[in-house]
């Protein structure tokens, strides 16, 4: 008895011990999932749209081509970027990342950082220059699509465009920065462009924030559209369609001109009236965008060619002419706000676009003042995308996608002497750039991985430079500081008839006894 007393209690222990593991097996398949909470999001952010763009040369001009898919990986987040031991060339002062949205437009007022971002998480968010990068408030009506912003210069005023995923359906907003992620006021774009959406080139705000203009083409009438709105109220002030499709718009500092991007033509447009000023043919079509100078009377058109075009009194000629065998100069070209300093980034898309090299040109005596180049290897494209300047041109930097193994950093920043000055290196490729009007301050958008990978995830990232714009000609302290010194002297020269004063005492005997004798 006591035998089988024994044996069926170890029979029970067993099926004790072995519920209790089956319980245990549970308990840490549970923990698992919780500490790994991709195993359950993993079906559901293999649905996230990513993206991978390449540009195809035609005769014509450039191509974007983009491939919008459901990948299979989860979201790339933006890691932490590689910082190149190359210094002083500006101090990250934050930057602030997405897991989805890629960040496809920056542009920067006095205060503010304003980020359009795109695809899953597509939306508007604004960062304090002086915060640690923390939106302070975000607006979107879809959650998805595309979108592009436009901040004025010097007044708090911005404009935002955006558009579904599906394409038919845009918008206008006007926003400030104590808008709290209300509109100020919405338009609703009657047209609808699945090939054509939403993007930072397509919006512009007036320098004293008082217009903001937009273009959009139709799919259906095959027309664009240049759209002038009041930036306090929204109202349409000016409507002027066109066969020819427009890429792109730059405002004047008051708004009364609209220099619109149609394919290889520049054209200028008085906003008031829809009256056309000015047009040219440039060489090329395709990834491209024109820029003008604050007062309208200098502007760039690039394309196979970089041309600089400037206001005689009269009607604009042409002042500089630059081009280079199998080089392209359309994504990333600049006009300083002052008009002084013309500036492009051109690229070599015989090779795959792994060299390419920044210009830079002094519009009055229509002379080059220097260039920098840059090469580098892979199977990536290391496309220009975007330029920027600060007020004078001392401040001039270049956005790219950059290549395979970072050859180059994504956003460059030169002086006036092509002498690089500053520089982020992000993670992906770069998308846009934006300088401050006195060049302290350089902020870049990018995707987190490079653009011709799949993928999605984005970073917007602020650096700040030396105090003084142009910190590295070191050689010029000396005459510069000769300089200083001779002024001082001369300054205390002067005054040395002054210092005669006090040995007048001496020549009291002299006569002149009526005036007292000067302290």
């Given amino acids: 008895m006591k035998k089988k007393y024994t044996i069926q209690s170890v029979v029970r222990n067993v099926r004790i011990l072995t519920g209790l593991l089956s319980v245990g097996a549970l308990i840490f398949l549970a923990l698992f999932a919780a500490a790994n909470p991709s195993t359950r999001s993993e079906a559901d952010r293999s649905a996230e749209a990513t993206r991978r763009v390449f540009m195809r040369v035609t005769p014509q001009g450039i191509i974007q081509s983009t491939d919008i898919g459901s990948s299979k990986t989860p979201s790339v987040a933006a890691k932490p970027a590689e910082r190149r031991a190359l210094a002083p060339l500006g101090n990250t002062l934050w930057h602030y990342d997405d897991p989805t949205a890629i960040a496809d437009g920056v542009s920067i007022d006095a205060n503010n950082v304003w980020g359009a971002w795109l695809l899953s998480g597509a939306r508007l968010t604004v960062h304090a220059i002086t915060g640690n990068g923390t939106p302070a408030w975000s607006f979107s009506s879809f959650g998805s699509g595309n979108s592009g912003v436009a901040a004025a210069k010097g007044a708090d005023r911005s404009g935002f465009?955006?558009?579904?995923?599906?394409?038919?359906?845009?918008?206008?907003?006007?926003?400030?920065?104590?808008?709290?992620?209300?509109?100020?006021?919405?338009?609703?774009?009657?047209?609808?462009?699945?090939?054509?959406?939403?993007?930072?080139r397509k919006v512009a705000t007036s320098r004293d924030g008082s217009t903001i203009a937009a273009v959009v083409s139709?799919?259906?009438?095959?027309?664009?559209?240049?759209?002038?709105?009041?930036?306090?109220?929204?109202?349409?002030?000016?409507?002027?369609?066109?066969?020819?499709?427009?890429?792109?718009?730059?405002?004047?500092?008051?708004?009364?001109?609209?220099?619109?991007?149609?394919?290889?033509?520049?054209?200028?447009?008085?906003?008031?009236?829809?009256?056309?000023?000015?047009?040219?043919?440039?060489?090329?079509a395709g990834n491209i965008f024109y820029p003008i100078s604050g007062d309208g009377s200098v502007f760039a058109v690039g394309g196979f060619n970089f041309d600089v075009y400037a206001f005689n009194g009269t009607t604009y000629v042409q002042v500089i002419h630059f081009t280079r065998a199998n080089f392209w100069f359309g994504g990333a070209s600049n006009v300083s706000h002052d008009g002084s300093t013309a500036g492009t980034f051109g690229a070599n898309y015989a090779n795959g676009w792994l060299s390419g090299e920044v210009y830079l040109f002094d519009v009055p005596s229509h002379n080059m003042l220097g260039s920098y180049p840059v090469s580098g290897t892979g199977i990536y494209q290391g496309t220009p995308i975007g330029a920027n300047s600060n007020d004078n041109g001392t401040v001039m930097a270049f956005a790219s996608w950059g290549t395979q193994f970072h050859d180059w950093p994504e956003v460059m920043v030169f002086n006036r002497s092509v002498q690089l000055i500053g520089q982020i290196n992000f993670p992906g490729s770069a998308f846009s750039v934006d300088v401050t009007t006195d060049g302290q301050y350089v902020v870049g958008g990018a995707k987190a991985v490079h653009a011709n990978q799949f993928g999605s995830g984005g970073r917007i990232e602020l650096i700040q430079l030396q105090p003084s714009p142009t910190p590295t000609p070191t050689p010029t302290p000396t005459p510069t500081s000769t300089a200083t010194a001779t002024a001082t002297p001369t300054a205390t020269a002067t005054p040395t008839s002054t210092a005669t004063p006090a040995p007048r005492p001496t020549p009291t005997p002299r006569p002149r006894p009526s005036p007292p004798p000067r302290p």
């Fill in 161 to 200: 465009m955006e558009s579904n995923a599906a394409g038919n359906d845009f918008r206008q907003h006007g926003f400030r920065s104590t808008s709290n992620g209300t509109p100020d006021w919405s338009f609703p774009y009657p047209v609808s462009d699945p090939n054509l959406p939403a993007s930072s």
């Fill in 218 to 284: 139709d799919s259906v009438t095959q027309n664009s559209t240049l759209y002038v709105f009041d930036a306090d109220t929204g109202a349409v002030t000016l409507m002027w369609t066109d066969p020819l499709r427009m890429d792109g718009v730059a405002l004047t500092d008051n708004g009364s001109k609209a220099l619109v991007t149609q394919d290889n033509r520049a054209t200028l447009v008085d906003t008031s009236s829809g009256n056309v000023i000015f047009t040219v043919a440039g060489s090329g």
